[in-house]
Structure formats: C-alpha cells, structure tokens
C-alpha cells in the first residue's frame, strides 16, 4: 500500500479541539496541522452512538484524503463513541498504515498518581458522561478508583458565547461542581472531560475546594502524543515538518473566525468543505 506523509489531522465536532490542538502546536512545533472543526453539526455531546460514529468517521475519511497519516480526535464525545470502532472495524479496510488517536486515554493514563482518595470525579458533556467512557478506561488501569461524573450541559455555550468570564457563568460553574461533590464529598481529583473547559478553568478553581486537583486535558494529551512519536519512528517519519496548521470547517468561515479568536486569540486563515 501506497504510504503517504503529510501533516497531523486534529477533529474536532466544534472549537474545543483548538486547546488540544495550542498544546500540540507549543510541544511539538515543527509539524504540520490540520484542524477540522465540524462546527455546523456540533454539538456533538447529546447524539447518539451511531451519528457520532457515522459523523466522525467522515471527518477521518476527509483528513485521510487530504494526506493525513495521523489524526487525532481531540473531541471527547468522539473519542467515547467512536473511537474504538474506527480503530477497529474501519481502519483494517481503509488503510492500516495510518492511525486514529483520542483524548481520553492520556487523560486516564496519568490519573493513578494524582489521587490519594482514589475517588475521582468527571465533568464532562452529556454524551461522554453517559458513554461510561472514563470509567471503563479508568477501571482497566485502576480497579481501585472510584469515578463519579456530572454532565455540565450549559459550560460549552457559556464558552462559546464567550460568556466565560462574566458574572452570570458563576452560577452554572458552581452548581455542577457543588452537584459533584454532594454525591462524593472524598473526591480529590476532577477530570476536565470537555475540551471547552479549560476557558473556564478560572471559574471553576474559584468553585472547588483547594485540596482538589484539576485535570485539565491539553497538556496531558499534548506529552502523550509526544511519547507516541517517539515510540512510533514509523509514524514519526511520515509527518511533514513546515511548521504550518491550516483550519477546516463545516460552517462559515466568518462564524470560525469569530469563534475561533475566543481560542487562539488570534485571527486564522480558514476555509469552509463538506462532509458526506
């Protein structure tokens, strides 16, 4: 089969993906990127298994045809739904030199060290909440944690609305946080399950008990596809190094661009495509 190199494909159902995709960028500038944001069907959070499976892999298909060998899913609904069977039933037949990575995984590899109670707590979209994705992962590495999550549906549009920051965020941060904590008052550690979340880290640190860490995904995420490159030189050796990043979306452009500066905070160079 005919290997190809190109730059590394980040997905993402909407902008969320930009802090995973700021990390990558900060560890490990030399690639190439490409961002693709499903932005007019997003979110993703409260679909079925099927539709995000079916949505997902379209986006695959897509980063694939335009010369990606590595594609990371930095979409926690995604990566709960998805993920599994596009490694395994999809990509056999589609290409098995290339690879699909998610977001959930590095999260859970590194939690064993971070809890003393060993009782951990998850925030998170509807959708990851429900897909027992965490637990799972988490039960396979740790059988001895405990994980309690909460779905948080209005803290992506406080994001995307770039509402983070006002008065009116605080009661909706604090009540899924309090929500948390009243079912297991022993948590010490809360994984940021959404993308979206670390624009609101601020808000949320202001809402938690001191002796409680946060989880935020990006940097955890950004060293775990560090440590894969440097474990796979097959794959390492197939990714273009012009220091570039180019923005896909399924919206309008003018709608990323807006969206997109809430952020990077800055303006980017976008263009709008379809998937089907």
Not at 56 to 84: D, H, M, W, Y
Not at 97 to 108: A, D, F, M, Q
Not at 192 to 198: F, K, S, V
Not at 237 to 252: I, K
Request: glycine residues 6%; neutral net charge.
């Amino acid at each position: 089969m005919l290997t190809t190199n190109g730059p590394i494909g980040v997905f993402d159902s909407g902008y969320g993906g930009l802090t995973i995709l700021n990390k990558f960028r900060e560890l490990l500038p030399q690639y190439d990127y490409i961002y693709l944001g499903d932005n007019a069907r997003t979110p993703y959070g409260t679909r079925s298994f099927e539709v995000v499976y079916d949505f997902t892999l379209q986006a695959v298909r897509k980063l694939f045809e335009l010369g990606c060998p590595l594609v990371i899913l930095a979409c926690n609904t995604a990566s709960a739904k998805a993920l599994r069977s596009i490694q395994q039933n999809d990509l056999p037949y589609i290409d098995p030199t290339r690879r699909v990575l998610g977001v959930i995984r590095p999260t859970v590899e590194c939690i064993g060290e971070l809890t003393k109670s060993r009782h951990i707590g998850l925030l998170a979209t509807a959708g990851t909440v429900r897909s027992e994705s965490y637990p799972l992962e988490i039960k396979k590495l740790y059988p001895d944690i405990q994980v309690t999550g909460v779905p948080c549906p209005l803290w992506v549009p406080l994001v995307e609305n770039n509402e983070f920051n006002s008065p009116g965020a605080d009661y909706f941060v604090k009540k899924y946080i309090d929500l948390l904590l009243d079912k297991d008052p022993d948590i010490d550690t809360i994984i940021l399950g959404c993308t979206h979340y670390p624009l609101l880290i601020e808000k949320i640190k202001q809402f938690t008990p001191p002796h409680i860490r946060l989880i935020a995904q990006g940097e955890y995420v950004g060293n775990s596809l560090k440590d894969y490159l440097s474990r796979h030189p097959e794959m390492k050796s197939r990714l273009t190094v012009n220091r570039s990043c180019e923005f896909l979306t399924t919206e309008s452009v003018e709608k990323f661009k807006e969206s997109a500066a809430i952020f990077l905070h800055q303006e980017v160079h976008v263009r709008s495509i379809v998937l089907e």
